[in-house]
């Protein structure tokens, strides 16, 4: 999926445009008023390794329990989570991203997931897996038919 997407420069497309309507929108504009300049490229390199692509953020960014720290604590709540993902997807067209049946719905599966464990890990009193590998996704039940 990471060679179909368009490699890591798509997946910054991708983030660069979801920050674009993040920083913009009611309901995610305060939580990320913060965020570290360089947070749109680490998003991408995490979801550029999940979907297949090399393991940079697991060797220079910390990897899942950094990822993880910077979620918890922070109560985020189903209309934030559903928004995230709304946007995610918009994003998705805004950067060209592939448009074909396959490859969204295995997109789509893997931010459905996991922007549900992001919010569960997120709540008060939350104890999530502290350490664990990087995620691979992959294209699930319905790849692309080659013929
Ligand atoms: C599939 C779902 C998600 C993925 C893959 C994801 C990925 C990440 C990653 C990799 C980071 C750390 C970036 C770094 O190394 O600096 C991060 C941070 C963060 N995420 Fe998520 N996230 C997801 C869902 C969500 C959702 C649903 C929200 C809120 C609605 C959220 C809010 C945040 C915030 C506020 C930060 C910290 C930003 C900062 O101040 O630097 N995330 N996320």
Redo the contacts with the bound molecule.
């Keep these: 999926m990471y060679a179909w997407a368009g490699g890591t420069d798509a997946f910054v497309r991708l983030c660069e445009a979801f920050y674009d309507r993040a920083r913009a929108d009611d309901l995610?504009a305060p939580?990320?008023a913060?965020?570290?300049p360089?947070?749109a490229r680490?998003?991408a390199l995490?979801?550029a390794e999940?979907f297949g692509g090399p393991p940079v953020?697991t060797e220079q960014?910390?990897g899942y329990a950094?990822?993880l720290s910077?979620?918890i604590g922070?109560g985020?709540t189903e209309p934030?989570?559903r928004?995230?993902?709304n946007l995610m997807m918009d994003a998705a067209d805004d950067a060209g991203l592939p448009a074909d049946p396959e490859f969204r719905a295995a997109f789509v599966g893997?931010?459905e997931?996991?922007?549900r464990?992001?919010?569960s890990n997120?709540q008060p009193g939350a104890d999530p897996v502290r350490r664990a590998p990087v995620p691979r996704w992959g294209w699930g039940v319905a790849p692309p038919y080659l013929g």
Excluded: C, K, N, P
Aim: hydrophobic share 50%.
């Design positions: 995610l939580m990320f913060e965020m570290d360089g947070h680490y998003v995490w979801l999940v953020y960014h910390g950094h990822m910077l979620h922070r985020i934030q989570r928004r995230w993902l893997y931010l997931w996991g922007t464990l992001a919010a997120s």
